[in-house]
């Protein structure tokens, strides 16, 4: 790797991160508003640090409570996620302390959670769900996926239903009783893959994020559905979700916000975020990184990326209204090779990439000429190999807006082998 990499608004470094500008806060949308009072003012959520020592005397005694009736019950003897329950450890009182949690420290409802819990476990089969072919190749990484990680760690699992608008692929998947109670079991196996990653220890990463996808989302056919999945995960699932975001929030979301919020406690509203269409990428990178973040979404992972080890880390930076940023990535020698990614969240705008020669008298290359990125666009991936030493020149004109736009760019310059 060999490249140093002036900018127009500011210095670029390869796989290191830029100054991030906070991007201004849309207008809030009628939809945004009817959520803010659905929630009740709900404060915004703060995860458990899971500390003993930062409970208080009544939740550390409530905690040994729930351990004493524990203790007494036929499930004295009782593990989770591969955890003793009383096995007399930190792993087991992050465990106790979620049902806790989600009880409000109320121990005879924790108890009567944790032991609901433990049954349904052992009767859905949810120990040893990861490793089995429940027959959904085609769903995967499409319906509901792990990928990535946000900005503190937490793994973030992608939920996606508007494939569900054909017919024909309803009727396949929920079809009759049988058919959605092999979804289910589906979907719980994709939860319980995320579950493996989490530490259960105190002050480590004990939940994840969800990311749902409400483009194209056939509300009505997906009710029951989408009820025994909230029901199900609220259920068996406590605390085990430290943000909920909602993307491409259509007009129609407080209906179906009023469908399933009558499944869901305070505490679970108040991890919501809500995205409507166009802001995703602005959301998104407020908590996720842009090499996590999958390029439909506009970030810059894609599938093929996930074989190869993490993520190549991604510098951010902002398009401001009415504004034109050159990238410049220069150093680069004669027969060296530099590879790019760049995305800008919810493009229409202009792009191009030149490569311009050190040497006086040579002509500047258009490597792409200039052209107009559609709203939905994916990240861009391409590569040139230099005859001879110059920079590189990456340009996105905003200046037909007066919107402020996100971005992410990342590059890697390979020198030639050859002498």
């Given at each position: 790797?060999?490249?140093?990499?002036?900018?127009?608004?500011q210095k670029?470094?390869p796989?290191?991160?830029?100054?991030?500008?906070?991007?201004?806060?849309?207008?809030?949308?009628?939809?945004?508003t009817?959520m803010?009072?659905?929630?009740?003012r709900?404060?915004?959520?703060?995860?458990?640090?899971?500390?003993?020592?930062?409970l208080?005397?009544?939740?550390?005694k409530?905690?040994?409570?729930?351990?004493?009736?524990?203790?007494?019950?036929?499930a004295?003897d009782?593990?989770?996620?591969?955890i003793?329950?009383?096995?007399?450890?930190d792993?087991?009182?992050?465990?106790?302390l979620?049902f806790?949690?989600?009880?409000?420290f109320?121990?005879g409802?924790?108890?009567?959670?944790?032991?609901k819990?433990?049954?349904?476990r052992?009767?859905?089969?949810?120990?040893?769900?990861?490793?089995?072919?429940l027959?959904f190749?085609?769903l995967?990484?499409?319906?509901?996926?792990?990928?990535?990680?946000?900005?503190e760690?937490?793994?973030?699992c992608?939920?996606?239903?508007?494939?569900?608008?054909?017919?024909?692929?309803?009727?396949?998947?929920?079809?009759?009783e049988?058919?959605?109670?092999?979804?289910?079991?589906?979907?719980?196996?994709v939860l319980?893959?995320g579950?493996?990653l989490l530490?259960?220890?105190?002050?480590?990463?004990?939940?994840?994020?969800?990311?749902?996808?409400?483009?194209?989302?056939?509300?009505?056919?997906?009710?029951?559905?989408?009820?025994?999945?909230?029901?199900?995960?609220?259920?068996?699932y406590p605390?085990?979700?430290a943000r909920k975001?909602?993307?491409?929030?259509?007009?129609?979301f407080?209906v179906?916000y009023?469908?399933?919020?009558?499944?869901?406690?305070?505490?679970?509203?108040?991890?919501?975020?809500?995205s409507?269409?166009?802001?995703?990428a602005?959301?998104?990178?407020?908590?996720?990184?842009?090499?996590?973040?999958?390029?439909q979404?506009?970030?810059?992972?894609r599938?093929?990326?996930l074989?190869?080890?993490p993520?190549k880390?991604?510098?951010?930076?902002?398009?401001?209204?009415?504004e034109?940023?050159?990238?410049?990535?220069?150093?680069?020698?004669?027969?060296?090779?530099?590879?790019?990614?760049i995305v800008?969240?919810?493009?229409?705008l202009?792009?191009?990439?030149?490569?311009?020669?050190v040497?006086?008298?040579?002509?500047?290359?258009?490597?792409?000429?200039?052209r107009?990125?559609g709203?939905s666009?994916?990240?861009?991936?391409?590569?040139?190999?230099?005859?001879?030493?110059?920079?590189?020149?990456?340009?996105?004109?905003?200046?037909?807006s007066?919107?402020?736009?996100?971005?992410?760019?990342?590059?890697?310059?390979?020198k030639s082998?050859?002498?």
């Amino acid at each position: 790797m060999d490249a140093s990499s002036p900018m127009s608004l500011q210095k670029a470094t390869p796989f290191q991160d830029l100054p991030q500008a906070s991007p201004k806060p849309y207008r809030k949308s009628f939809v945004t508003t009817l959520m803010e009072a659905a929630t009740l003012r709900t404060p915004s959520f703060k995860e458990d640090t899971y500390f003993i020592s930062h409970l208080k005397s009544s939740e550390k005694k409530a905690l040994q409570e729930l351990k004493d009736k524990l203790s007494a019950s036929e499930a004295s003897d009782s593990s989770m996620w591969g955890i003793p329950l009383l096995g007399g450890d930190d792993k087991a009182d992050v465990i106790l302390l979620k049902f806790l949690r989600a009880r409000d420290f109320r121990v005879g409802d924790a108890l009567n959670m944790l032991l609901k819990c433990l049954a349904w476990r052992k009767e859905f089969g949810a120990d040893n769900i990861t490793e089995q072919d429940l027959g959904f190749k085609e769903l995967e990484g499409v319906i509901a996926y792990m990928q990535g990680y946000d900005k503190e760690g937490h793994p973030v699992c992608y939920n996606a239903y508007g494939v569900f608008r054909d017919k024909e692929m309803y009727e396949r998947v929920f079809g009759d009783e049988e058919k959605l109670k092999k979804f289910l079991k589906w979907r719980v196996q994709v939860l319980e893959r995320g579950i493996k990653l989490l530490h259960f220890k105190p002050g480590g990463v004990n939940s994840i994020i969800q990311v749902t996808d409400l483009k194209d989302m056939p509300k009505k056919e997906l009710r029951v559905a989408s009820n025994q999945i909230l029901s199900l995960f609220q259920d068996n699932y406590p605390e085990m979700v430290a943000r909920k975001i909602f993307i491409n929030v259509p007009w129609y979301f407080s209906v179906l916000y009023s469908m399933f919020s009558p499944f869901l406690t305070q505490r679970t509203k108040s991890k919501f975020v809500i995205s409507k269409e166009g802001n995703v990428a602005e959301t998104l990178y407020k908590f996720v990184r842009p090499e996590d973040i999958p390029v439909q979404y506009g970030g810059l992972s894609r599938p093929s990326d996930l074989q190869n080890g993490p993520p190549k880390p991604a510098s951010e930076f902002t398009v401001k209204g009415g504004e034109k940023v050159n990238i410049q990535i220069e150093g680069i020698e004669g027969g060296a090779t530099i590879t790019w990614d760049i995305v800008v969240g919810g493009w229409d705008l202009e792009y191009s990439a030149e490569f311009v020669p050190v040497a006086e008298g040579s002509y500047t290359i258009a490597v792409e000429k200039p052209r107009k990125i559609g709203a939905s666009e994916e990240a861009i991936h391409n590569s040139y190999t230099s005859k001879e030493a110059g920079k590189m020149v990456l340009s996105v004109d905003n200046t037909a807006s007066r919107r402020k736009k996100v971005a992410a760019y990342r590059y890697i310059v390979r020198k030639s082998s050859t002498v």
